[in-house]
């Protein structure tokens, strides 16, 4: 019996053991991925306003943890169709890598409101503390745009983390609309301006299954599987593609059939259904479906070259005389079909 016991009290030791790893190990994973800020490469060319001759008014959100900032764009001389476009940016140092889209959709007659998140860009915050935090500012920037008291309606437009961002926000937006006795389509606040619609591009579906799948390239799928409970506990954050079935809205959602970022069973595209959702697959994209392939070579080649950076195989001059904007250039067919989504008259 008292070898008994002493197996029961090694193998409870172990148990304790593995689950207290497990959350420590998760809880550093998550740190390692949305811990720090996300700013500006030097080496990097970032387009802006100026290269393509847009007005941009800035826009400074304050609120408990640091203010946010961006810009309210819009071209001058187009003929503006009374429609907002919140647009939601992706990992990286904030809208400032979405310049090319921002001024496409002001060449379509929107207006164009852009804040970084919390942790990124313009913004205040030490950290991006997660997906969620792309949430976050997808409502603040909501919040804003319902009190400019001057657009017939507002959508949401966002790519990767910002898809992810602009589904989960549109969901919390609507019920927030609802909560509040407003109209059930998804009125943002008391001006009338209301969500009418949402595109979401490469969004992942969940934050968990996102920093799952950065961890299985890392270390031994055996390894990730152990873990896998510890993280959906640490991870926060809900599920995109529900948020897309919930919200209320029209959503689009496009995804690109080669997508190495987003894999398919983390997609929200993949796993999103419902009469309110529209999907367009883009067979032969990856995770920049906007973009020609052409575009998405050239991207590939110059986040190979940044990370060789670090082992000397690559020279800093590359950087200085890469083509930024053949990395950039866009499909037309897919930003017209998105266009055409948004504008479309939507039903009362």
């Known amino acids: ?57 800035e826009v400074e959100i304050p609120r408990k943890g640091g203010a946010l900032r961006g810009f309210l764009y819009s071209k001058e001389g187009v003929e503006r169709n009374g429609r907002l476009a919140v647009f939601c940016h992706g990992m990286g140092p904030g809208h400032i890598a979405y310049t090319t889209e921002i001024a496409y959709f002001c060449g379509k007659g929107f207006d164009v409101l852009a804040v970084d998140y919390g942790g990124c860009g313009l913004s205040d915050g030490k950290s991006i503390r997660g997906l969620y935090g792309g949430t976050e500012g997808a409502l603040e920037a909501l919040n804003y745009a319902a009190g400019l008291q001057k657009y017939r309606d507002i959508c949401l437009i966002g790519h990767s983390w910002g898809g992810y961002a602009a589904l989960t926000a549109a969901e919390a937006a609507t019920k927030k609309s609802d909560k509040n006795g407003a109209n059930a389509e998804g009125a943002t606040g008391a001006t009338g301006a209301k969500l009418s ?64 970022d987003v894999p398919p069973e983390n997609s929200a595209f993949t796993k999103a259904e419902g009469g309110n959702i529209t999907k367009l697959f883009c067979e032969e994209k990856r995770h920049n479906p906007y973009n020609t392939v052409r575009a998405e070579e050239q991207l590939a080649r110059l986040t190979g070259a940044l990370a060789k950076l670090r082992t000397g195989e690559t020279a800093p001059d590359f950087f200085s005389s890469f083509d930024y904007a053949a990395a950039t250039e866009e499909d037309g067919e897919v930003m017209n079909r998105i266009s055409a989504f948004l504008t479309a008259e939507k039903p009362e």
């Open 1 to 57: 019996m008292t070898a008994l016991y002493i197996a029961l009290g090694v193998i409870g030791g172990i148990l304790i053991l593995y689950i207290a790893a497990g959350f420590i190990f998760a809880a550093f994973i998550n740190k390692k991925a949305f811990g720090s800020r996300c700013d500006k490469n030097p080496l990097l060319k970032y387009f802006t306003a100026e290269d393509f001759s847009l007005k941009a008014e």
């Open 197 to 260: 619609s949402v595109v979401a591009i490469s969004a992942p579906d969940s934050p968990a299954d996102t920093v799952l799948n950065v961890l299985s390239s890392m270390v031994p799928k055996a390894v990730s599987a152990m873990l896998s409970p510890f993280v959906k506990i640490v991870v926060r954050g809900r599920s995109a593609a529900k948020s897309a079935e919930k919200c209320g809205v029209p959503v689009l959602l496009v995804y690109g059939g080669k997508d190495g």
